[in-house]
């Protein structure tokens, strides 16, 4: 089982940028995104009304940064955001 993803850990999170050829996600969008994830999981299983869900992680879409520019590995930023589904998950449900 994976270890349980917090809001210190949303906030460390460190992504490579995207190979050669790829422009990967846009950086500042994942980051703003992420704030907005570490804010969530601070609030814990009692979110105000409005708050983020594992379905807006789910839906969430970057854009590609401007071009000649490289931004983060999508592969890399795809599975820690799938822990990031898991553990909104389990909040939702109150765990």
Do not use: H
């Not at 993803?5 to 846009?26: H, Q």
């Not at 969430?60 to 592969?75: H, L, S, T, W, Y």
């Amino acid at each position: 089982m994976t270890e349980r993803i917090n809001a210190d850990n949303v906030r460390g999170a460190c992504f490579k940028p995207s190979r050669l050829g790829r422009r990967g996600y846009n950086q500042a969008e994942v980051e703003q995104f992420l704030s907005g994830v570490a804010t969530r999981l601070e609030q814990g299983s009692q979110p105000p009304a409005g708050a983020m869900a594992a379905a807006d992680v789910c839906n969430v879409v970057f854009n590609k940064p401007q071009f000649g520019r490289r931004g983060f590995d999508e592969d890399q930023v795809d599975e820690f955001l799938d822990r990031v589904v898991a553990e909104l998950t389990l909040l939702e449900q109150g765990r």
